[in-house]
């Protein structure tokens, strides 16, 4: 039995917040589809499986008019993602759930097929190597997958064939040519991805008696079979007559260095085309008109130890010939805009884009780059869609009060309605309001503050001062991993600053903080947490500083440059950056943004001998983005240099929670929990001075 039938009313937490098992049972919606009629969304909600060990996903229809209950139309355990309407209504997905046809086969992910006037989803095309990503012409009958094939092989057979003799003799060893190797947490190759064309097969048995439903499996085309690795980790799309495919492809360069150029395939002919290819960018492509003569291209310049990268939107004229028109879109615009869908009569695009602890939605002009806000509130959009007569657009929407649900944007006013969602809102205890303070050289630096109930002047709470990672991010959307509302049901008021380096605040906001991390990024940290402990509800002696990734290496800066926090938390962190440049998984990058000379004037770990505060440090052995070699490098020298070292009987008020099967944002929900609880008995202990003990999980 369920152990939450247990409880009763009274022993139920006042909030999900204030119980980690309530909190990481809260369900997570992801995703959205909506289907060429119009007349059904789709959106992806991942609920906590019985064990507690790991999120199960399920497609669930919203009714776009707003009416209707949510409801779900997939379930089993392996679940199902990846939801696409094709032009006929019918849904397709992905799940490597067992397929009734075929029970005796290893279970992958294959392409599943839920029908347009219902009835039961089947399999409609299965492989060794799996099924990854589906894409579909909304005017076309066209669809199309990305799946990985084994460098070597020949076709799907011998790909079949290659594969099982891998797992036979359990050959994990990888044999690389070029660079890079690794990927986040994952390790490329040997497989690379391809994509395929979705196309009719041959009817198997065919004049035998069979039901009505009956039809001739699907067969996959591959249509990009020589294009090596370079279609990892890029993006395509397809154009709504399902006649070209758009994809960005990574350019192999000189001494391992990679950009990515933007390509078009020819889907009869198979045929690839290099469209746009010029040193020192990157292209990315947008969506494509409805009328299919013009493709949204969003570009990326290197960037240099001097200067910033530089997003920029342009329209690729598709109808010019051989002779591409490239035109900027709103070049005048100071935010990094990201095209997400065309309005019916193509005059227009809708954009999302980092602005002041937000991401509105934004209507761009095509043909004078006007730019229009439509959303008004301070939240966070994704998944944008329009709907057929261009009247409403559907988005998932964020904020720090709430998780992502789906909503309809009147796109004349700008109003915004919350669709019957498939779980309820939860209950948030406390407050959130905006907050900024003057930097060093007089810049605005903005926050957020999460403040618990009942924080007052005659009851002064302590403060977390949590910095975000990047650096070229924002505090503006709910985050499961990093949520502040945890802390605050703990009494603690939670602090979320976008100093420099923070997007959503101009080009010149990102330059002045550029190859100089342990400057205005950390005096602009100093400036925002001065101007809130002056607050009357708030205890400047009771504060700790928090951060992952590069929140955590400005998390070792600040130990190394002031006394000022009771206690340090440092997740992911880097920490010598000489060690980091070479080993971290885009080490091409790294090295451009940084010259030696800076690594080493920017590097925490110069500065160990001056750090007195105690830090617990986390870790988890599958990060490549920040190797774990930085938090061990980092946890020896805070136990053998630092000036708050171990004593001579070994004993340390440092702290060191390794998760060895977890990447850099520690995903598994028995370890989130135990993150969570960590950091609880660290703060309490450091913090307050009271004794909270640490997860019995943990077997101490």
Do not use: C
Request: without cysteine; aromatic residues 8%; charged residues 20%.
């Amino acid at each position: 039995m369920d152990s939450n039938a247990l409880e009763t009313p009274s022993t139920q937490p006042e909030t999900p917040f204030h119980d980690l098992d309530h909190y990481l049972a809260i369900p997570r919606v992801g995703g959205l589809a909506l289907s060429p009629d119009g007349n059904r969304l789709v959106t992806t909600v991942s609920t906590l499986n019985t064990q507690g060990t790991g999120y199960v996903t399920a497609l669930w229809e919203l009714d776009p008019a707003g009416k209707k209950h949510a409801r779900r139309i997939t379930r089993s355990a392996k679940g199902e993602t990846g939801a696409v309407f094709a032009a006929n209504g019918d849904l397709y997905f992905t799940s490597a759930r067992p397929d009734p046809d075929s029970p005796e086969a290893d279970p992958v992910s294959a392409l599943w097929l839920l029908p347009a006037d219902g009835g039961e989803a089947r399999v409609v095309h299965s492989r060794s190597g799996g099924v990854g990503g589906v894409m579909a012409a909304s005017a076309a009958d066209a669809t199309f997958v990305t799946a990985s094939v084994l460098a070597g092989s020949l076709d799907e057979e011998n790909d079949e064939v290659r594969r099982k003799n891998r797992k036979e003799n359990k050959v994990a060893a990888i044999l690389h040519t070029g660079y890079p190797v690794r990927y986040w947490d994952a390790d490329l190759g040997p497989a690379q991805p391809r994509l395929f064309a979705v196309e009719n097969g041959e009817m198997v048995d065919a004049g035998k008696p069979s039901t009505v439903d009956a039809t001739a499996p699907l067969k996959l085309r591959n249509l990009t079979p020589d294009v090596g690795s370079s279609l990892r980790n890029t993006h395509a799309v397809v154009s709504p007559d399902g006649k070209t495919i758009y994809t960005s492809l990574a350019k192999p360069l000189a001494k391992a260095d990679t950009r990515f150029v933007l390509a078009a395939i020819d889907v009869a002919s198979g045929s690839l085309k290099v469209l746009l290819d010029r040193e020192g960018m990157s292209y990315f492509p947008g969506p494509v008109s409805p009328d299919n003569s013009m493709l949204a291209v969003t570009s990326e310049s290197d960037s240099t130890p001097a200067q910033a990268p530089q997003v920029k939107m342009h329209i690729l004229n598709l109808a010019a010939g051989e002779t591409l028109d490239l035109e900027p879109l709103a070049p005048g615009w100071d935010r990094w805009g990201s095209p997400a869908a065309w309005l019916p009569d193509g005059l227009s695009l809708l954009v999302t884009a980092d602005d002041d602890g937000a991401t509105p939605v934004f209507r761009v002009g095509v043909a004078d780059g006007t730019v229009t806000r439509v959303t008004p509130d301070a939240a966070a959009y994704t998944d944008v869609v329009v709907s057929v007569d261009g009247l409403n657009a559907f988005a998932l929407r964020s904020s720090y009060e709430f998780p992502a649900e789906a909503v309809r944007i009147d796109l004349a006013t700008g109003e915004v309605e919350r669709l019957p969602a498939p779980a309820e809102r939860p209950k948030i205890q406390g407050s959130l309001e905006r907050v900024e303070a003057n930097a060093v050289d007089g810049s605005r630096v903005p926050a957020y503050l999460a403040m618990p109930e009942g924080a007052s002047e005659a009851n002064p709470v302590p403060l977390l001062l949590w910095i975000h990672g990047g650096p070229l991010g924002s505090w503006n959307a709910w985050t499961w991993r990093w949520n502040p509302w945890l802390l605050v049901a703990k009494g603690y008021a939670v602090l979320l600053p976008d100093p420099a380096l923070s997007t959503g605040y101009g080009q010149q906001f990102i330059q002045r903080g550029w190859g100089e991390w342990g400057r205005a990024p950390y005096t602009d940290l100093m400036s925002i947490t001065d101007a809130v402990v002056q607050r009357p509800d708030i205890d400047e002696n009771r504060t700790a500083a928090m951060g992952g990734s590069f929140g955590g290496y400005m998390a070792n800066w600040i130990a190394g440059q002031t006394d000022r926090f009771k206690a340090i938390v440092t997740h992911a962190s880097l920490w010598a950056l000489d060690q980091f440049g070479p080993t971290t998984d885009a080490s091409q990058y790294w090295l451009k943004e940084m010259t030696a000379d800076m690594a080493m004037q920017n590097s925490p770990h110069l500065h160990v001998g001056k750090i007195t505060t105690p830090m617990l440090v986390i870790h988890g052995d599958k990060d490549y983005r920040v190797p774990i070699g930085e938090g061990l490098r980092l946890w020896y020298e805070l136990l053998s240099s630092s000036g708050l070292p171990a004593d001579e009987n070994g004993e340390t008020r440092h702290r060191f929670l390794y998760f060895p099967d977890e990447n850099h944002w520690i995903l598994q929900p028995q370890h989130a929990k135990v993150w969570y609880g960590v950091v609880e008995h660290f703060l309490a202990k450091e913090v307050l001075e009271q004794d909270v003990s640490v997860p019995e999980e943990l077997g101490l």
